[in-house]
T-cell receptor
């Protein structure tokens, strides 16, 4: 079972920041927070991951609360191509599978 | 870098036939690959873990005799759906992590998926 809780859907205006929340109150000390997204009829795409520090890459920023019980994925300037289902997953890195929950369906609106 | 391919991307077959799906890591080696399936409007469900040179590990409720997995090399895993039936119609996706520590070891990369339709 997925160990995360996400809102089922969100809308965001094109060009604005999209902030996607995730609750993972039972996260273990050695588990990382991963974010993936899946555009319709494609395989999931890796976005970002982190342990306890905030992370940023060319796609997004990840903000993890100090107690690590929740996090927020930030897409700074959402475009129509960012419309997808976003999955927040907690996992120990390495040869362990990703367990997907229901994710958040983000719709970016022009 | 870190590309995973799947072949075929789409397949339509008659009920009772077997279908083989290939998953390849193109620019890295992977001792472990994973197979998922996804029904319409649902999330990805893990089917099995494919281990190079050894038997696959199946999730509860997945029939190992129906979904045959072979991981013959560090860059190739195959999933064979034997005696396929309409209820096996689904989107099958594989994933892999680069072997070894460091670099992109912590990431997992997905193939583009294979859509199977059984008539």
């Amino acid at each position: 079972d997925a160990k995360t809780t996400q809102p089922p859907s969100m809308d965001c205006a094109e060009g604005r920041a999209a902030n996607l929340p995730c609750n993972h109150s039972t996260i273990s000390g050695n588990e990382y927070v991963y974010w993936y997204r899946q555009i319709h009829s494609q395989g999931p795409q890796y976005i970002i991951h982190g342990l306890k520090n905030n992370e940023t890459n060319e796609m997004a920023s990840l903000i993890i609360t100090e107690d690590r019980k929740s996090s927020t994925l930030i897409l700074p300037h959402a475009t129509l191509r960012d419309t997808a289902v976003y999955y927040c997953i907690v996992r120990v890195p390495g040869n362990t599978p990703l367990v997907f929950g229901k994710g958040t369906r983000l719709s970016v609106i022009a | 870098g870190a590309v995973v391919s799947q072949h075929p991307s789409r397949v339509i077959c008659k009920s009772g036939t077997s279908v083989k799906i290939e998953c390849r890591s193109l620019d890295f080696q992977a001792t472990t690959m994973f197979w998922y399936r996804q029904f319409p409007k649902q999330s990805l469900m893990l089917m099995a873990t494919s281990n190079e040179g050894s038997k696959a590990t199946y999730e509860q409720g997945v029939e190992k005799d129906k979904f045959l997995i072979n991981h013959a090399s560090l860059t190739l895993s195959t999933l064979t759906v034997t005696s396929a039936h309409p209820e096996d119609s689904s989107f099958y996706i594989c994933s892999a992590s680069p072997s070894g520590a460091g670099g992109r070891y912590n990431e997992q990369f997905f193939g583009p998926g294979t859509r199977l339709t059984v008539l």
